[in-house]
């Protein structure tokens, strides 16, 4: 949309001459920069993390294209629409519309699968609706919505369409039958339900509890295991026997487990019972959640079940007759098939050719019942790319966020050629980049820096992929140049002090798996997208060590489908584990939910912060305690906003707004609040620093100097103290994570598990990044790494590669060893080696 008629020249004129030119972008940290990107080319924004790269394509670029989008819808539909903000520039020319693919954050539902993130479950419930073979008892062809697991019309009765039945058994709940009550026979049972003499109130309900558990009668084993009436019992003292009257609901051991499974807040408590839980397939719908008249429907002889657990490209050769077969005269079709008929021609056809993008971008092995969770990072990606190489639209702009996030050096080529086709189809791909291999095929490179925060916002070069090499001042040169220090000559590799050794690993593509991590060092754990890397390491693992440390660190919203796959994990044997006294798990997820989590509270600096404030004698003078500093609480917070800094503003036919709270300004505290100053600063002003300005500030404050040093120590210099959780990438989460354990007292014999750690990270950010885990390691502690950086696998001590492939061609070990002897090994062994052995030689990949 061109501003004005003013603005007409110039706007024809960059349309002609094929740039998007940007002139005076201020958003955030950028410095009134100017930039021109070519159009119908595929450029890469790079730079050091903070630097000003997401603030210049989706900040300014893409809020400016949505921006203009929405400016000829009608206000009232506006209102419907979720509006990003105005941004911040004078002007931008030659500007098609845009389309953004950002990184998304959160747990995915647990009925979300590959089929419902792509739409093609909507599709092939389409198809077998109007076009599959249906019983001749059929009344009636059923809707598209009788074929979803997801809707009251298509899910099973039994399991309500999660396909997984859970139940106990008198196995599970007894597991030695030799022994008897007083022995703790029901293992169910907790210990401390012992303390509250609940043998004595079983004996005095007439049950034997010194016999052997085999020699009770069948009846009363059934009603201690499985009754679910839960009658009230008194029983009063009696030969000293019940210590006190005891009045309350009696606790099969059945019923306690489904309680506790289903209703307790804590994962240790939740953990505890999951060994008494037997957890399969539905009987009645075979794990599929659909109703059985569903499942009676037929199209090329699959079930819609069957369809949706084969494998995406073995799923494209089936429908694949059926895409190309010309329908029948209606006279010689049956009514009770719709197969070769126009509409299943026109929808199989479609069917196909989507599942064909899908099987170039090497998801072929995945199946649209695969839930979401259970995806990789790389997986999700593609789906989502894929998804958008099917809209077949012309013209436009895709805006992508790391779109090589996740992925394997060898996963990369698809993804290469993806964008290529995306740009050969008419479109201009930008993407917001920091690995060097996508960014070295790039048409166009725009380097934003030099440094981060403050440091950055200014164009250090933009041009030609193979002019960065000579600029000085970009410290991304070295890395795409390969001229950056490789690992050889880095130190010697630490020889481990001891191993775990798990054997006998079942879950998801892990068939019978043995596994040997080493302990004292730092291992690297790679394979290609979707081998089985983050289900070892992040479930498995980490599993087996937080059950041995007694770990109870709660963790929310687990799915309840993951809570079934936990208990259907089966690890044969697992020795080691007395090597291990505490268990760290670093994870993307966000530190917090709100805007009032931020990067202060999160890591427990702003206690210091606050303590040093009520500290100076005008907070003594009012009687101000710490408290009073905080903006989550009545006192000291302004009460307008309620310590929210900002409030919503209703705009009647226009959309809602958000803008800053008119009694605080946005500073979140009331005027008494601020009256109190430290070193000429009010609590606001310091929530306003960036980590590099409080490191000075609050240099002599002893409990927030730590922290800030170890979070410019994993370069987070650049973030707000106040930085708002919600407008953390997961890459920054998880370093805070990071960087809030190591302000902590370090001992040894403590494993810390990370899944792609280097994810959102510049390689000059990922040096920093390894010297923070090398310290881990000097500390006597142990550090696995999920990871495709080549620059952390050859860092690396040991590294234990899987695949050879991903789903059901992955879940082995393929290769083991140090950098060095996996590197040597040939590629039809390791499809990580070649790419490791490069890294180690300084040889950048190919172009």
Request: hydrophobic letters at 40%.
């Amino acid at each position: 949309m061109i501003e004005s008629l003013n603005d007409a020249p110039a706007e024809l004129s960059s349309v002609r001459d094929g740039f998007v030119r940007v002139r005076g972008a201020s958003e955030n940290n950028l410095r009134g920069i100017d930039v021109d990107c070519p159009r119908d080319a595929v450029v890469a924004f790079t730079g050091v993390s903070g630097s000003g790269k997401s603030s210049l394509a989706f900040g300014t670029i893409y809020a400016e294209a949505q921006r203009r989008y929405l400016e000829s819808v009608a206000p009232y539909a506006r209102r419907l629409i979720q509006q990003g903000h105005t941004p911040h520039v004078g002007s931008i020319t030659g500007l098609p519309p845009a389309v953004a693919l950002q990184q998304r954050r959160g747990t995915p539902s647990v009925r979300s699968t590959v089929g419902t993130l792509t739409t093609l479950s909507n599709s092939l419930r389409m198809l077998y609706s109007r076009a599959g073979t249906y019983p001749a008892d059929a009344p009636d062809r059923l809707e598209s919505d009788a074929f979803s697991p997801n809707t009251a019309a298509g899910a099973c009765p039994r399991c309500h369409g999660l396909g997984i039945a859970r139940d106990v058994t008198e196995k599970t709940l007894v597991p030695d039958e030799s022994l008897t009550i007083r022995e703790g026979a029901i293992a169910a049972w907790p210990g401390a339900w012992q303390g509250k003499n609940l043998r004595d109130v079983v004996s005095e309900l007439g049950h034997d509890i010194d016999v052997p558990w085999r020699d009770l009668p069948e009846e009363a084993r059934a009603w201690l295991l499985f009754t679910e009436e839960q009658p009230v019992v008194e029983v009063t003292p009696q030969r000293d026997r019940v210590a006190k009257p005891y009045k309350g609901r009696f606790w099969s051991a059945k019923s306690y487990v489904l309680h506790t499974l289903h209703d307790s807040k804590s994962q240790q408590m939740r953990d505890r019972v999951l060994p008494f839980l037997e957890s399969g397939p539905c009987g009645v719908c075979g794990g599929s959640g659909l109703r059985p008249e569903a499942l009676a429907v037929t199209f090329g002889g699959l079930s819609i079940a069957d369809a949706n657990a084969l494998p995406l490209g073995e799923l494209a050769a089936r429908l694949e007759p059926a895409a190309t077969i010309q329908h029948p005269a209606a006279a010689h079709r049956s009514s009770s098939s719709g197969e070769g008929t126009e509409v299943s021609v026109t929808i199989s056809r479609d069917l196909v050719q989507r599942l064909g993008v899908l099987v170039d971008l090497g998801l072929g092995y995945l199946s649209l019942n695969r839930a979401t969770p259970t995806l990789s990072p790389g997986e999700m990606q593609r789906l989502r790319i894929a998804t958008q190489l099917r809209s077949g639209l012309f013209g436009v702009v895709y805006v992508l966020d790391e779109p090589s996030a996740g992925l394997h050096p060898a996963d990369v080529e698809p993804l290469l050629a993806v964008l290529e086709a995306l740009k050969d189809a008419g479109n201009t791909v930008f993407v917001v980049e920091h690995n060097m291999d996508v960014v070295r095929r790039s048409d166009w490179i725009v380097d934003v820096g030099p440094l981060a925060g403050e440091g950055g916002g200014t164009i250090i070069y933009s041009g030609p992929a193979d002019g960065l090499a000579q600029v000085p001042d970009s410290l991304t040169a070295p890395f795409l140049s390969g001229t950056a220090p490789s690992r050889n000559g880095q130190g010697e590799v630490r020889t481990p002090t001891a191993w775990l050794r798990l054997e006998g690993i079942h879950r998801h593509n892990l068939r019978g798996l043995d596994a040997e991590i080493p302990v004292g060092v730092l291992t690297a754990v790679t394979g290609v997208s979707g081998s089985g890397k983050s289900t070892l390491v992040s479930k498995v693992l980490a599993e087996a060590v937080g059950s041995h440390v007694r770990d109870d660190t709660p963790v929310d919203g687990e799915p309840a489908d993951d809570v079934a796959d936990r208990a259907a994990t089966v690890v044969g044997r697992i020795r080691g584990l007395e090597c291990i006294d505490r268990l760290v798990s670093v994870d993307q997820k966000p530190i917090g939910r709100t805007p009032r989590s931020n990067l202060a509270t999160y890591t427990g600096l702003f206690d210091a912060v606050r303590k040093a404030f009520a500290a100076t004698p005008a907070a003594r003078a009012e009687g101000y305690g710490a408290g009073r500093f905080s903006f989550n609480v009545q006192g000291g917070r302004c009460e307008t906003c309620q310590g929210e800094g900002f409030v919503s503003v209703e705009l009647l036919f226009l959309p809602g707004s958000y803008g800053p709270c008119p009694t605080c300004h946005g500073s979140r505290y009331n005027e008494e609040t601020l009256s109190v100053r430290f070193k000429g600063r009010t609590i606001a002003d310091v929530l306003g620093m960036t980590v590099d300005q409080a490191a000075g500030f609050l240099g002599d404050v002893p409990g927030a100097a730590r922290s800030l040093a170890t979070l410019r120590e994993v370069g987070l210099g650049y973030l707000r103290l106040g930085q708002p959780a919600t407008e953390l990438s997961g890459g920054e989460a998880q370093r805070i994570k990071l960087a809030t354990e190591l302000q902590r007292a370090r001992r040894g014999s403590t494993l810390y598990l990370l899944d792609e750690p280097t994810t959102g990270l510049h390689p000059a950010d990922v040096v920093l990044l390894l010297a923070q885990l090398r310290k881990l390691v000097e500390a006597g502690n142990t550090v696995v790494v999920v990871e495709h950086t080549m620059a952390v696998v050859a860092a690396a001590d040991w590294v234990v590669d899987l695949g050879p492939g991903g789903g059901s061609a992955g879940g082995r070990i393929v290769a083991t060893g140090t950098p060095q002897q996996v590197a040597a090994l040939a590629s039809g062994t390791s499809v990580t080696a070649p790419y490791l052995a490069d890294y180690l030689d300084g040889r950048p990949p190919a172009a």
